[in-house]
């Protein structure tokens, strides 16, 4: 959706490996956030990012972490995923002075 | 703590008729409250935002409508049409250090519009 994608949409992991997923745009947007999407909660912020090289912690960061070594991609890591990890996953960017974020169509991870 | 959550989990309302999904939040601070609309299958998707100085802000067939005294946000939908279908979020803007805009969202309303 609007020039933003994620990938995979789906994964099904084992409790212990590593997973990376993958955020991809294509409007130059500064900054870009990765969620997570649980019932009961809404959406939580793991990490932004306002730059290449640039990220920071959001309120859920534990046990994930985020790279951006181009303005197009933002990757989030679980460095070990865990069974609490099994969430949908959505990547978003924007612009500053906006509260318009444009999100992307999310990844369903399971981890058993 | 700091948290943003909603009064009713499911809103049933029939075609045509007018909606309001509310919204109450605890901080203070936040200089925006947005709300976005997120149908199934799909990532959410922004409708408006209102600037915490103000009380009210239309858009089309909707407004929202901030009240500071008691810390409550709604939205309104104008004659409500099979399309709104969806669950909406209220969210509260903190901005980063950076410029960004770190949101923080409500757990959601579920919108059910009946033909």
């Known amino acids: 959706d609007a020039g933003i994608t994620q990938s995979p949409r789906h994964k099904v992991t084992e409790t212990g490996t590593p997973v990376t997923l993958r955020c991809h745009q294509t409007?130059?947007?500064?900054?870009m956030y990765w969620y997570r999407q649980d019932p009961g909660h809404g959406l939580r912020l793991i990490h932004y990012?306002?730059?290449?090289?640039?990220?920071d912690k959001g309120e859920v960061s534990d046990g994930y972490s985020v790279s951006r070594s181009k303005t197009e991609d933002f990757l989030l890591t679980l460095e070990s995923a865990t069974s609490s990890q099994t969430s949908v996953y959505f990547c978003?960017?924007?612009?500053?002075?906006?509260?318009?974020?444009?999100f992307g169509p999310g990844t369903r991870l399971t981890v058993l | 703590g700091e948290s943003v959550g909603l009064h009713l989990p499911t809103l049933s309302v029939q075609e045509g008729d007018n909606s309001i999904i509310n919204c109450a939040y605890s901080?203070?601070?936040?200089?925006?409250f947005i709300w976005y609309k997120q149908e199934s299958g799909k990532g959410p998707q922004f409708i408006i935002d209102?600037?915490?100085?103000?009380d009210k802000r239309q858009g089309q067939r909707v407004t929202v409508l901030l009240n500071k005294t008691v810390k409550h946000l709604s939205l309104q939908i104008a004659a409500t049409q099979p399309g709104d279908s969806a669950v909406y979020f209220c969210?509260?803007?903190?901005?980063?250090?950076?410029?960004?805009?770190?949101?923080?969202f409500g757990t959601g309303t579920q919108l059910k519009v009946e033909l």
């Open positions: 209102i600037r915490s100085n103000m």
């Open positions: 901080n203070s601070a936040s200089d925006y």
């Open positions: 969210a509260e803007n903190r901005e980063s250090g950076g410029g960004g805009n770190k949101l923080t």
């Open positions: 990012s306002y730059g290449v090289k640039d990220t």
């Open positions: 409007e130059n947007h500064r900054y």
């Open positions: 978003a960017m924007g612009t500053s002075g906006d509260n318009e974020q444009f």
